[in-house]
């Protein structure tokens, strides 16, 4: 397996100094830069069209391009509200359908909030609506995973456990791990490559192969007791730290894909990416 196949790395989104504003043209600028993924970004709806879809599909393809996508913000599976309910759903559907079409493979989705439910309350409730998602897509035959990532905040139902559990218990759920969140909703400690080690090898126990096309979603990140505020660059405050997590990949032959939500997404994908190369040559 070469250098490049073995660990992509791309920016959330259209990169910073794309001169051109749409997918497309971001798919392109990315190819450019020499990186090898990109997160379409659904975050305020979906509204790209089939014919949109086909054109990235194709350049992707041509490109050796990754495409995953963002489902929008406005879900929440746990919800009592008919209405929000069904806008999730639609949201979901939507946003799958769309990655499909444009040649992606996975859509990364909050799940919701816990509001006045117990933890196993929410879990029930989130898991039987992903279910009747999951089922719709594999009626209509949209190959899609539906990439349950683990949240950043204490009032919002999806931490590590239950993102875990949940891929254990549906067949078309796939983690997104989003390390920074990690961090700030103390699920998980990352600051060493030990810890990195025992988070690899916690997702291999859960999900065997996994670990051979997991997706990541990596930025430092400022917290409060609470969880998360918001994301930052890489070299800001190291929480959490990069390059461990980066020998980590280098040694072990894992392969997958990392986009980078840092507000430097771009720049700070391709550091990941220079840093991952640089420890492979030495190999």
Known sequence: MSIESLIRFGPAGIPIQCKGTSTLDGVRC????GLQAMEMQFVRGVRM?????????KAATELDMSLSS????????????????????KYIYDAARMTYLAGGSITAI?????????????YKIAKKRFEEIAEKLKQEKIKCFLGAENVGKKSQFGGLEEVLRLANEIDLIKP????????ARQDFPLKTELDYQKLFALLEKQ?????????????????????ERNHLALGTNNEPPY????KVLAENGYSGTIICESPKQ???????????????KKL
């Open 207 to 227: 999900l065997g192969d996994y670990v051979r096309h997991f997706h990541f979603q990596f930025q430092e990140v400022n917290y409060t007791d609470k969880g």
């Open 110 to 122: 909050h799940p919701g909030y816990y509001q006045e439910l117990s933890k196993e309350e929410a």
């Open 49 to 57: 069209k089939e014919e949109q879809a086909a054109e990235i599909k």
């Open 243 to 246: 390059k461990p997590l980066i």
């Open 266 to 280: 771009e720049f700070d994908a391709l550091k990941m990416q220079e840093e991952f190369y640089r420890l492979r």
């Open 30 to 33: 990315c190819a450019e830069l």
């Open 176 to 183: 997104v791990i989003d390390c920074s969140h990690l961090v």
């Open 70 to 89: 963002h489902a929008p913000y406005f879900i929440n599976l746990c919800s009592n509200k008919e209405e929000t309910i069904k806008n999730s759903f």
